[in-house]
């Protein structure tokens, strides 16, 4: 018996905001390669993520592995936009006092 060696495209693909999702699902390269890095194998993967396919966590793994470069300067862009959000927001809406202002909210309002 003869293998059919092939080519198979790597399941990621940007959704309309730039964004990596793996497989067609709503699981994000971030995601997966967050749990790779936090020493999660494949397998642990698929049971956190059972939208995801086996086949798909090793392929992803191994994209991973090979493009590392470019996938941390992805994934370093994408937490510095992150941030860049979390700090407009707590700016317009400081987490401090949240409670007691939103209990005199509550209190006001009956």
Known sequence: MQLVIESEPVPIAADSGGVYRIGGTRVTLDTLIAAFHDGATPEEIVEQYP????????????????????????????????????????????????????????????
Do not use: K, N
């Open 51 to 110: 939208a995801i396919g086996l086949d798909h966590a090793y392929a992803v793994i191994g994209y991973y592995l090979r493009h590392q470069p470019e996938v941390d300067a992805y994934l370093s862009a994408r937490s510095e936009a992150s941030a860049h959000v979390r700090a407009e927001v707590e700016h317009a809406l400081p987490p401090h006092g949240l409670r007691s202002r939103l209990m005199a909210r509550r209190t006001a309002s009956r």
